[in-house]
């Protein structure tokens, strides 16, 4: 697999974000990340649960948990439409800080590991009145990646993104980090951390966050611009709080807007903050279940200039 050259760098010399993207294998393109947006749902419900997957355990689209056994007001995950399957690669990543993960590896035709996805547990909103404690902890982390503060919830999400990093390394295959919301800033924190700990690497790193938090200041504290992380930010135009016209805008990667009527592009709608103030719901990971996420991408790339003269290294 090729490695998009994120060397220590000023902005101004880092990669054009398309790149990372036009790089992925094209699984990941036309339909994995369809897929991972429904897996995001599937961890919060197998942690709302208190589920153990174990390594080994494969995931497709019969995996969806029952109604009953998810407590809160969120609703299960419908994995009916997912395409691919997946194997658990450990067991979840808790170490009862309040970070919670599962990695799971993408499975080729023959069942081999064709990619490596960390998916972040999201915000515990939806448990409020069985978590309450649990809420107050995410609180704590969404503050610290705005502040770049550490914590012992960041501390083992670093432990977690290490680890996926070496089976990665060892299946000498992508990792991707992946998250919406709290969990999205999550997904990008990891990348930015394995990309400062790992300058020479023989893997793909990057994120895939859906209106992630905002992480700006916790990736600068490991001594990186926010340039040289590279991922995919899906942003809703109508959301208000991360979204193109929201008051904590997400700066990183490449900027997949999605619009209102469910296309997606290069560029944001014309709302104004106004207009997205009434439309709150729009941040939530549902509100993505209806939307192409490989339409919206290919929508963006074909709108953006081709990344020749940007070099890939192993």
Not at 107 to 126: C, E, H, K, T
Not at 131 to 160: I, S
Not at 255 to 279: M, N
């Amino acid at each position: 697999m090729v490695l998009l050259a994120l060397r220590p760098a000023m902005a101004e010399d880092a990669p054009d974000p398309s790149c990372f993207a036009r790089a992925l294998p094209a699984e990941v393109r036309d339909y994995r990340l369809d897929d991972v947006k429904r897996l995001t749902g599937w961890v919060f419900d197998i942690a709302a649960a208190h589920r153990t997957p174990a390594p080994g355990d494969e995931i497709d689209h019969h995996s969806s948990l029952r109604e009953a056994s998810v407590p809160g007001f969120g609703g299960i995950t419908d994995l009916g439409a997912l395409r691919g399957r997946y194997r658990v690669m450990r067991p979840p990543f808790d170490e009862g800080h309040g970070y919670y993960g599962i990695e799971l590896g993408g499975l080729d035709d023959q069942g081999a590991v064709s990619q490596i996805y960390l998916i972040n547990r999201l915000f515990r909103l939806p448990i409020l009145f069985h978590d309450p404690a649990g809420v107050a902890t995410d609180v704590v982390t969404v503050g610290a990646m705005l502040t770049g503060a550490r914590t012992e919830a960041l501390a083992d999400l670093e432990a977690a993104a290490e680890a996926a990093y070496a089976d990665a390394g060892g299946a000498q295959v992508p990792l991707l980090t992946v998250g919406q919301s709290q969990a999205g800033g999550e997904a990008q924190l990891a990348a930015a951390y394995l990309v400062a700990t790992h300058p020479r690497r023989s893997v793909m790193i990057g994120f895939v966050s859906l209106n992630g938090a905002r992480a700006n200041a916790a990736i600068r504290r490991l001594g990186l611009s926010t340039a040289q992380v590279q991922g995919i930010s899906f942003l809703k135009d109508l959301d208000p709080g991360m979204g193109p016209h929201g008051v904590m805008r997400d700066a990183l990667g490449l900027r997949v807007h999605i619009h209102p009527d469910g296309s997606g592009g290069p560029e944001a709608g014309d709302q104004t903050f106004f207009d997205a103030l009434v439309h709150p719901s729009e941040h939530l990971l549902d509100r993505f279940m209806d939307v192409s996420l490989a339409d919206a991408l290919k929508n963006t790339l074909d709108g953006r200039a081709s990344c020749d003269g940007v070099a890939s290294a192993p």
